[in-house]
């Protein structure tokens, strides 16, 4: 899906429906059935999980500060970007970064011709207080790549 490719490429860009279906020439509200029925999720919610997705990486992995992360992924404030990241990933970015765990809340879909996810590999994971974030997990995971967690 050509459309994927686009807001990857663009994602740290002021991306919305418009400009989108301009780019794909399709009516909006068409490209907005087509697109929530092959990912699962409307256009805005895959762009937001993507780019607080890609928050949460720069978090764990660099040290950059909170604001120029927040900036980078296309938030205008820190007060809105962290607002955005406390929802999705129940905790402030500060305290996040504490935890030096990173988890994705939304891999980057790759779709074949048939619009099948394709290159889907198991990878392993460090624990991260599993009970509390249970059902976060197990939504992402039914979610992306239909399976779920279960304690040994």
């Keep these: 899906m050509e459309i994927i490719d686009y807001i990857e490429e663009h994602l740290t ?9 301009d780019v794909a020439s ?3 509200y068409h490209l907005h059935r087509m ?3 092959i990912v699962g999720c409307t256009i805005h919610q895959y762009i937001k999980r ?10 764990v992995f660099t040290d950059k500060y909170i604001i120029d992360i927040a900036l980078t992924v296309g938030y205008a404030t820190h007060q809105s970007f962290t607002l955005a990241f406390k929802t999705l990933y129940k905790e402030s970015p500060q305290i996040y970064r504490s ?10 879909f790759v779709l074949n011709s048939n619009h099948q996810i394709q290159n889907v590999e198991c990878i392993s ?3 991260i207080n599993y009970e509390r974030r249970r059902d976060e997990i197990n939504s992402y995971l ?3 790549i239909n399976c779920e967690v279960k304690v040994a």
Excluded: G
Aim: glycine residues 0%.
């Design 13 to 21: 860009e002021n991306l919305n429906l418009d400009k989108i279906a």
């Design 26 to 28: 399709y009516s909006k």
């Design 35 to 37: 697109f929530t029925n």
């Design 50 to 59: 993507r780019r607080l997705t890609e928050a949460a990486r720069q978090l």
């Design 99 to 108: 935890k030096d765990e990173f988890y994705p809340i939304q891999q980057r």
């Design 125 to 127: 994971y460090t624990s």
């Design 142 to 144: 039914n979610f992306n």
